[in-house]
């Protein structure tokens, strides 16, 4: 069982690598520049964000349950931390902190919604986007929170280059995609993130407080928002408190396509960042060839469809 289980995973994330592959080439003969340094960096950079809320994510979704408020969450960690800087002209260092707590905070409170309030996770976690949507509005007073004039160098965070001609974002994408793989594959907390997600009521029955746990896990997805927001609002030196929507579904969008199951109890870490370049890419790709803003979302929407039927073929193979 456990053999045909890592041959399905490994063939996933080959299909997924394999699309990955597929979409680079077709692009770089139909895309003017598309092979270019510059537009690779991009593509690095704007993958950042989204490859983070998704390794979060992928814990929840492991667990057979979703997080809808990540997008709006990042807004409202980014916000925080421009109030923490620039209105309040705090250490940047404890803007970031409080940033992360932020995001921390909102998964605490939609795992204590879902497993104290009994409330479905679509439902609690629809009810905190919204929540976190207008709470950054109010916050901000609905004004964007620039960094320029009282951290000039916050934009170092995501922009600057440690590695010549990389952008600082991406190294921390690969600083916190590793400690994701290595939190799931090779800690209790990834064991018990699997097992909830295979049979939460055997794993409770074998003496694991599974509710504490799932606790723990909406609260490491949290922090993995908060995360994001604060590399967010360097990458654009400032909080934007109407942006957000729509990163929740490029984010659980590359989760699927990277192998993990809505159903819960399958996922990896590499099949995410996998499907994370496949969303930047693909999106990057369609500017270049100048496709017009409504079709890109069309095209992105048919590659959602298209990944959660996917997962739905796998769900019935292995039943």
Do not use: C, H
């Amino acid at each position: 069982m456990r053999v045909r289980a890592f041959a399905r995973r490994q063939m996933q994330q080959s299909l997924a690598f394999g699309t990955l592959a597929v979409l680079i080439a077709f692009f770089s003969i139909f895309g003017n520049n598309f092979f270019s340094w510059s537009n690779i960096s991009g593509v690095l950079l704007a993958t950042a964000v989204v490859a983070i809320l998704a390794l979060g994510t992928t814990f929840v979704i492991i667990t057979g349950g979703i997080d809808l408020s990540i997008g709006t969450g990042m807004t409202m960690a980014s916000v925080t931390t421009g109030v923490m800087v620039v209105n309040l002209g705090l250490p940047v260092w404890l803007g970031i902190v409080g940033g992360v707590a932020t995001g921390a905070a909102m998964g605490l409170a939609n795992g204590l919604n879902i497993t104290f309030l009994k409330l479905p996770p679509f439902i609690a976690t629809l009810a905190m986007m919204m929540i976190a949507q207008g709470l950054a509005l109010i916050v901000s007073g609905i004004r964007p929170i620039y960094f320029s004039t009282a951290a000039p160098n916050f934009r170092q965070i995501a922009l600057g280059t440690v590695v010549p001609g990389l952008p600082n974002a991406v190294l921390i994408t690969v600083v916190v995609a590793v400690l994701a793989y290595l939190l799931l594959t090779k800690t209790v907390f990834g064991r018990y993130t699997f097992a909830i997600g295979s049979n939460e009521e055997a794993t409770r029955l074998s003496g694991v407080n599974t509710r504490n746990w799932k606790i723990a896990i909406y609260t490491l997805s949290g922090v993995f928002t908060g995360t994001a927001g604060v590399v967010m609002a360097s990458r654009l030196d400032s909080a934007q408190p109407q942006l957000g929507l729509g990163y929740e579904l490029q984010a659980i969008a590359a989760v699927v396509i990277g192998g993990t199951s809505l159903l819960g109890g399958r996922g990896s870490m590499l099949g995410t960042v996998i499907g994370a370049l496949i969303m930047s890419v693909l999106i990057n790709g369609l500017r270049i060839m100048s496709i017009q803003t409504e079709w890109q979302n069309v095209v992105v929407g048919f590659v959602i469809l298209i990944a959660v039927f996917s997962d739905s073929l796998r769900n019935r193979s292995r039943a």
